[in-house]
């Protein structure tokens, strides 16, 4: 049966809190005998769980258990059960509290329930923290909540500070909330809460929550400073670099680089796979200063509080020399002047000649004065011609 006593509503401990939270925290007891156990309460935010004892008993045993039958146990010896951070379970799918007295059989089993439509919270809910200082947090709208449905986010980055709100909605269709911006975040030890609520005049929204380590979800930025000296007395380059700005990490030893080098002049199908290293330091060896090479660096955790996903590549940098193009640019440049002067040769003769066969000389009129001094000429030349004829003649008859 239900105990009267110990039922206790926690909207009001959200309303203080957050946008009213609809939620029961219902407590049974067996029908056997009644239990010693009574008002029981829960500290939701804080994963604290206390409640009176009507007897003097020294130790007690503390259960979390949630739908997916995930269960946390603990053993105190007073009235308030506090569950480590790291072991806490969000509330929105329902949560089974359980306090026992060992070697008894006396117990006691609060279930928290949410309230609200089935399939009005939120859905597809993510954060990701960038830029060292930035984080955004993306939603889905339920499937079931209503066309007028708002959401508004809360967030706790550790339990020793204050709830705060949403300042920067990232807003959707029909000005609906799908995200929020936050600045100046910090990333702390604590695991960090998250609960998006809803209101809707139609009906009751469901709530959402979960806990986040926020180093987790932290894309680190480029390792810094990357540089390459490269000398003719050896065979190999020297790469240095600086590890990537963080604001909770400052030991050197807590990441792991990814390097990539490859010759511009490689097909991609042989390109080599990139090295892993721990120190801020690399040897680049078989180094040919007539090729050009391509170096990008990037970084992740490694057995520290460091996202433990690959961050972003730095720049791409440049070194050798490569081949050198300059005397097939010169023979290239040469033949195409050649090229480009014959054809300019070609198209003025071509022109010319055209312009010349249209434009034939025309003949000149013939000067009347002159006439009879050109025909004397003319008969003088022909008569001297008969006469060259005759003589040839009588030569060859003798």
């Not at 799918?93 to 949410?114: A, D, Q, R, Y």
């Not at 010319?352 to 000149?364: A, E, G, W």
Request: overall charge negative; proline content about 5%; hydrophobic content about 35%.
């Amino acid at each position: 049966m239900f105990d009267t006593l110990g039922v206790t509503c926690m909207i009001w401990c959200c309303m203080m809190l957050f946008h009213p939270l609809h939620a029961d925290f219902q407590c049974m007891e067996s029908e056997e005998q009644a239990s010693p156990i009574t008002s029981v309460k829960l500290n939701w935010r804080r994963m604290e769980l206390s409640w009176e004892s009507s007897k003097n008993f020294s130790k007690y045993k503390c259960t979390i258990r949630d739908r997916d039958m995930e269960t946390v146990e603990k053993e105190v010896n007073s009235t308030l059960c506090m569950f480590p951070v790291e072991q806490y379970v969000p509330l929105h799918k329902g949560v089974l509290f359980i306090i026992e007295l060992p070697n008894t059989n006396i117990s006691k089993k609060c279930t928290f329930i949410p309230g609200g439509k089935n399939g009005s919270a939120i859905e597809n809910f993510s954060c990701v923290i960038y830029n060292i200082s930035f984080m955004n947090c993306t939603w889905q709208a339920g499937r079931e909540a209503p066309a007028d449905t708002q959401y508004f986010l809360y967030w706790q980055n550790s339990r020793d500070v204050d709830v705060t709100e949403c300042e920067l909605y990232i807003k959707g269709e029909h000005g609906r909330n799908t995200g929020c911006i936050f600045k100046n975040v910090s990333i702390e030890i604590d695991k960090a809460y998250f609960l998006v609520n809803g209101s809707s005049k139609d009906s009751l929204i469901q709530f959402y929550d979960e806990y986040l380590q926020l180093y987790t979800i932290e894309i680190l930025t480029p390792p810094l400073n990357v540089a390459v000296n490269c000398t003719r007395e050896s065979a190999g380059c020297i790469v240095t670099w600086q590890p990537p700005l963080t604001s909770h990490v400052e030991n050197t030893k807590c990441f792991q680089y990814e390097i990539y080098i490859q010759n511009k002049d490689k097909p991609k199908e042989k390109k080599d796979p990139p090295i892993r290293v721990r120190n801020n330091i690399y040897e680049f060896q078989n180094y040919n200063e007539k090729k050009k090479y391509i170096l990008k660096i990037r970084a992740r955790g490694k057995n520290c509080l460091v996202s433990s996903k690959w961050g972003e590549w730095s720049e791409p940098i440049e070194f050798g020399q490569g081949k050198d193009y300059f005397i097939f640019v010169l023979l290239f440049l040469i033949a195409l002047g050649t090229i480009s002067v014959t054809l300019l040769q070609y198209c003025i003769f071509k022109r010319y000649c055209s312009v010349k066969s249209l434009f034939s000389p025309i003949p000149q009129p013939r000067d009347k004065f002159n006439a009879d001094e050109d025909i004397q000429l003319e008969y003088a030349s022909l008569q001297k011609e008969d006469c060259t004829e005759e003589i040839t003649m009588g030569e060859e008859m003798t």
